[in-house]
C-alpha cells in the first residue's frame, strides 16, 4: 500500500509545519505547491486556517519598513579553483515590531506563498515572498533586534530575479506613508 505525503497529512489531521516544503521540488506528476502545503493550507485547523488570505496581505502591508536587502550567497569550488560567492536569495532585513514574532510572521510568509500558488490571491510582480514560476523557501528569524525573512528560491537560477523583486518590494514598502 503507498500512502501519499496529502494521506499522511490528512491523517494527522492537517498538523504539518511543512517541513517538505524546503525539500526537493515536486516531480512534474504532483501540483505545485508540494501537496503538504496544499492539504495543510485548505483542511479544517490546519496550518493556514487561522486568517484569511486578505488577512495576511494585510498583515505583509503592515511590516514596517525594511532596514535594507542582503544577497544571500553561499561560496562554491571547483576542483583546485578559488571558492566564489554565488547569488542564491535574498534577506529582508526589517526592524522587529513588537507586535510580530518571527514564528508568526514565518507562518503568514508560507500561507502567502500557498495562497498565491493555489490561486486563492493574484500574483504581484514585486511581491518577493511568492513567485507563481518556482516555488521558494523562505524563513523568518530574529537577529539582533531585527527580523530577517530568507528567500531562496529551489532552483539558484532564479536568485537574481528573487533578490531584484525583493529589492523592489523594499523601496515601494518603504515609500508608504
Known amino acids: 500500500m503507498v500512502i501519499t505525503v496529502t ?30 502545503v496544499a492539504a495543510a493550507h485548505t483542511l479544517p485547523g490546519g496550518y493556514c486556517a487561522d486568517a484569511t488570505a486578505q488577512d495576511r496581505l494585510a498583515t505583509l502591508d503592515r511590516l514596517p519598513r525594511p532596514l535594507r536587502v542582503d544577497p544571500l550567497q553561499r561560496d562554491v569550488t571547483a576542483g583546485k579553483l578559488h571558492p566564489r ?12 515590531p513588537e507586535s510580530l514574532s518571527a514564528a508568526w510572521l514565518q507562518r503568514v510568509l508560507t500561507c502567502h506563498e500557498a495562497d498565491v500558488a493555489l490561486g486563492t490571491i493574484a500574483a504581484s510582480p514585486d511581491d518577493p515572498f511568492s513567485d507563481p514560476a518556482a516555488w521558494l523557501t523562505i524563513s523568518a528569524y530574529p537577529q539582533g ?20 523583486q525583493a529589492n523592489r518590494w523594499a523601496g515601494r514598502h518603504g515609500s508608504k506613508p
Open 145 to 164: 533586534g531585527t527580523l530577517v525573512v530568507r528567500i531562496e528560491p529551489t532552483d539558484e537560477s532564479q536568485a537574481k530575479g528573487v533578490f531584484d
Open 7 to 36: 494521506q499522511e497529512i490528512k491523517r494527522l489531521g492537517g498538523l504539518v509545519l511543512c517541513a517538505a516544503c524546503a525539500g526537493p521540488q515536486a516531480t512534474p506528476a504532483e501540483p505545485v505547491p508540494p501537496p503538504c
Open 85 to 96: 560567492s554565488v547569488l542564491v536569495g535574498a534577506a529582508i532585513v526589517l526592524p522587529a
